[in-house]
């Protein structure tokens, strides 16, 4: 007797909706648009075109300046399970992944990551007062920082009882970075038909979805313990650290090799190829390994590819749009930092879209509302 298909769980069921989202952040683009005329009272002028973008940069005359801040999410949540399951800190995981959702956008702008700030609002004071939680995670952020070659510039510890829940910590951090010489800026200026499409690998979920990956944990057996390969645990499996992408574009850069534009593929999945504003199509022709969380999540959830590689990275946590007289050289490259790359697929001139051949999947200039 076969077991019946798993009823399916999307994102927006596990509480999050990003058609609610968005339009909020379209207009906060719009009203922070009109205030980059500030910049004039002091020399300085925008990148316009890095509004919208993961980074907004500013020209400072002989170098421009970049900057992002970004939150965790609910992976700290994840953490704060598997310790009460096994005794074990994670936090020093999850700085990792605090520090890569800033840098990994920042370093799409083509920017070297110069100075991290930390935001860790927790709860309660208590919250600071286990030693082994909290030197995890200050060891882990002077770590993540050492592996970016970044300066740790310092931060903010408030205690919010009554705004973050008693027990909990929300995490986060800004980043500044130089795009120098300036001719290093990708905001897709240069992106066009052509071009060659290089999917870097993740490492897993990283640290986007874990609203759905905590509401599935509810279907399982064996909860956060259940096994999703052998010897590794949903829990561990989730907490695996984000990769951190700036040693690959720093060697880029140092390889000669500038790519025409990127995307860290977070939130929105695979979709965030869509992100550039050009009318361009997008064509996947090979698919990157899904890790075993990944597919463990897409097929208890019921998911099918579409609703997968529109909400996950679906193994693939960062693409670049090289030259494709650069790409083979862009994955050995990348190969050469620990990162597993491919040529992953073609920039072709067209109505904007993306279109992931291997799966016959077709996601239109209406899958992707960040503008």
């Known amino acids: 007797m076969t077991s019946p298909a798993p009823t399916t769980l999307s994102y927006r069921q596990s509480g999050v909706d990003y058609d609610l989202i968005d ?13 980059a ?16 973008e993961s980074a907004y ?21 994840v953490a704060d399970e598997m310790a009460k399951l096994t005794g074990h800190s994670w936090y020093g995981a999850i700085a990792q992944d605090t520090i890569a959702m800033a840098v990994n956008d920042l370093i799409t702008v083509g ?8 935001y860790w609002a927790a709860g309660g004071s208590d919250w600071f007062g286990d030693g082994q939680r909290a030197q995890a995670l200050v060891q882990g952020w002077k770590a993540a920082c050492d592996a970016c070659g970044v300066a740790w510039g310092g931060g903010e510890t408030p205690a919010l009882a009554g705004i973050v829940e008693a027990g909990r910590i929300d995490l ?13 800026l990708s905001v897709g200026d240069a992106l066009g038909p052509g071009d060659a499409i290089v999917l870097l690998d993740s490492s ?3 640290a986007n979805g874990l609203s759905l990956a905590r509401k599935l944990v509810e279907r399982l057996p064996d909860g956060w313990l259940t096994e ?10 989730l907490l695996a650290p984000t990769v951190l992408y700036s040693p690959v574009t720093e060697a880029l850069w140092k390889a000669g090799i500038a790519p025409h534009y990127c995307a860290n593929i977070t939130g929105h999945g695979w979709r965030k190829l869509l992100r550039h504003a050009k009318a361009l199509r997008y064509r996947i022709h090979t698919l990157p390994p899904v890790p075993p969380v990944l597919r463990f999540i897409q097929q208890q959830a019921g998911q099918d590819d579409e609703e997968a590689y529109g909400t996950l990275n679906m193994g693939a946590g960062f693409a670049l749009f090289v030259a494709a007289a650069d790409a083979e050289r862009t994955v050995q490259v990348a190969q050469a930092q620990g990162v ?9 001139a067209g109505p904007k879209e993306l279109i992931i051949e291997p799966l016959d999947l077709h996601f239109g200039d209406d899958a992707l509302q960040l503008r």
């Open 57 to 77: 940069v500013v020209d400072v005359g002989p170098f421009y300046l970049a900057s992002i801040v970004e939150c965790l999410g609910s992976k700290a949540l």
């Open 172 to 184: 986060a951090a800004a980043c500044t970075g130089i795009v120098n010489p300036k001719t290093r």
């Open 228 to 237: 999703v390969a052998p010897d590794l645990s949903y829990g561990a499996a």
């Open 37 to 52: 005329s500030h910049l004039g009272a002091h020399g300085f002028a925008e990148v316009a075109a890095s509004r919208g």
């Open 23 to 35: 339009p909020l952040k379209v207009s906060a683009q719009r009203a922070a648009a009109a205030t």
């Open 340 to 348: 597993g790359a491919r040529v992953a697929g073609v920039v072709e």
């Open 204 to 206: 897993g979920i990283h």
């Open 111 to 118: 920017a070297t990551p110069l100075v991290v700030q930390a």
